[in-house]
């Protein structure tokens, strides 16, 4: 360990500035569950709060504002929380050991709780993507891929999740008492009759915080008061609720399929799971006792969740992990495609997947992978040559914590124990790769700007008459009240980064054909050793893979 000090910046830290044209604002939103509408059962009456950040486009800072820090209060709870999350096998636990109070002054490169910007499009409105979390995850630890989404012109909603698969998490209380902490939750990963439960009770607790959070937004968006009682905006409340104010008529959050659903890992299977709940209630609930689906998210019919989820709803899935879908209580719903391939639906056009190389590799989560976004996840429908497939890439050399903050903050750490490399490029493709499916679905975002063009210039290349084609140079516009027009026109790299024959060096389409292709369960493109055990923080998370990939096998058949 001691002789990667040398190499090691006294303090792990983010990019000064995100990739696209518009500075970021963050506000940290907590709100008491009993002022938001019930929209389906309380899975845990325990949880008396919804937690969320907010990214989005912001006014330029008039004064020096606070800095945001990565590690949230209490920060010594955290950093004991990650710790314990780590375990003492793990090895880059040893990051913990060595430095715990340099963790506390990492800060995130956004403007705490700014004015929100007045949006340049014709509607007036921000698009907006809700993130879900994975295992060991939190409402901070994608920050970097959600500031730069909000860069290019997206709201960008990161819930913390209650359930046990963060750290740790603090609900507070709004009388002043101190906050209840929700421990990590330890589920081996091997399946059996017991994971399946505990796996999901986790997902009735996402989903239904979900869908709270969308109600929040809601709320938000017409201007209702909130009572905002996160911990780090205490201090200046009457200025918070202020800013959130400001927030009114600005969401693109009421228009049906407006809004963009993502996620990592657990998180992944969250907002699949979601989408797939909310547009199939109907029937889940007249099959109810007579298939023995048992629904883990029942909206209101009359709840608005139930016409925002539609055909045209965006998904964009990273590291998706099956495993929590797979549910003998599920399997119904398992059977059914996404919403996109339905009447009105684009087919996978509205669908994005990016892999790890470490979950490309691993072969029965990717069959699964592929089967859960195709146009018949149980065999028995084929695809409609009418529609479009999904989108499925990944980027070489990465591992499964390079699509969230720590590949960046600790890259000499995740290239020594996971063979990662470039961790700020890998999170520009993943940028880029969802700011294009957001273009395709008929959102506005702005197009590439130069910072990031110069981090995929060498390998975007057209060719006319031999030559190599240039990029288009994102222009910046700026109007009177600071906000910026996108560029009309797309650059080469924005429209590449989808496209199957993509020449952008280490980014790898992936076949959508669930049948087994030459390179794709041993990686022959990169040569690497095909077993994933280095794929995920927690040591216990691929135990049992093999079985998955049985058990997987048995339920597909």
Not at 54 to 78: A, L, R
Not at 385 to 409: E, M, N, R
Not at 434 to 457: F, H, P, T
Request: overall charge neutral; aromatic content about 8%; glycine content about 8%.
């Amino acid at each position: 360990m001691t002789s990667f000090l040398p190499s090691l910046n006294p303090t792990p830290a983010f990019p000064k500035h995100y990739g696209g044209p518009y500075p970021v604002g963050t506000v940290d939103i907590e709100i008491p569950v009993s002022e938001l509408p019930s929209v389906a059962r309380t899975p845990d009456p325990s949880i008396t709060t919804v937690s969320f950040r907010v990214f989005y486009p912001c006014e330029g800072p008039h004064s020096s504002p606070k800095p945001v820090y990565w590690i949230p209060d209490p920060q010594h709870g955290y950093v004991s929380a990650y710790a314990r999350f780590l375990g003492a096998s793990s090895k880059i636990s040893q990051l913990i050991a060595y430095f715990p109070r340099l963790l506390y002054h990492i800060t995130i490169p956004a403007v705490r709780n700014a004015k929100i910007l007045a949006a340049p499009g014709e509607s007036k409105r921000w698009p907006v993507v809700v993130f879900s979390h994975g295992l060991g995850g939190s409402r901070n630890a994608y920050s970097h891929l959600l500031g730069s989404l909000s860069s290019y012109g997206l709201v960008a909603i990161a819930p913390e999740h209650r359930e046990g698969s963060a750290p740790i998490s603090y609900i507070k209380q709004g009388n002043g008492s101190d906050p209840v902490h929700i421990d990590y939750r330890s589920i081996p990963h091997t399946p059996s009759r017991e994971v399946e439960e505990a796996r999901d009770e986790q997902l009735r607790i996402r989903l239904w915080e979900l869908g709270l959070i969308h109600s929040a937004l809601l709320m938000i968006d017409e201007g209702a008061k909130v009572s905002n009682i996160a911990s780090d905006v205490s201090s200046n409340k009457t200025e918070v609720q202020n800013e959130l104010l400001t927030f009114g008529g600005l969401l693109d959050v009421h228009t049906p399929g407006s809004i963009a659903w993502a996620g990592h890992s657990f998180g992944a299977a969250t907002v699949y799971q979601f989408v797939k709940s909310v547009f199939y209630r109907p029937a889940g609930r007249l099959l109810q006792s007579s298939q023995g689906y048992h629904p883990l998210y029942v909206p209101a019919e009359d709840s608005s969740i139930t016409s925002q989820i539609t055909p045209q709803s965006t998904v964009a899935l990273l590291d998706l992990w099956t495993l929590p879908l797979r549910s003998a209580s599920t399997t119904w719903l398992w059977r059914k495609p996404l919403p996109c391939y339905e009447s009105g639906g684009r087919g996978g056009a509205n669908v994005l997947v990016i892999l790890s190389e470490a979950f490309f590799k691993w072969r029965g989560n990717l069959i699964s992978t592929k089967q859960a976004v195709s146009a018949g996840p149980s065999g028995d429908r084929r695809h409609d040559p009418g529609k479009s497939h999904p989108h499925i890439f990944y980027p070489v050399k990465t591992a499964h914590v390079s699509q969230s903050d720590f590949g960046i903050l600790f890259p000499w750490a995740t290239k020594k124990f996971m063979k990662a490399e470039e961790p700020e490029r890998t999170l520009t493709l993943n940028v880029l790769a969802i700011l294009e499916l957001m273009r395709q679905s008929g959102k506005d975002v702005a197009s590439l700007s130069d910072v990031d063009r110069n981090a995929v210039l060498e390998t975007v290349q057209g060719t006319s008459n031999g030559h190599a084609i240039s990029n288009v140079v994102h222009k910046k516009h700026a109007h009177g009240n600071g906000s910026l027009h996108p560029s009309e026109q797309p650059s080469k790299a924005d429209v590449a980064i989808l496209s199957p024959q993509s020449s952008i060096r280490g980014w790898i389409a992936v076949s959508v054909d669930v049948e087994d292709k030459p390179g794709e369960a041993t990686n022959q493109k990169t040569g690497s050793d095909a077993d994933p055990s280095e794929a995920v923080m927690e040591s216990e998370f691929m135990n049992g893979n093999e079985d998955q990939e049985k058990k997987s096998h048995q339920i597909s058949e």
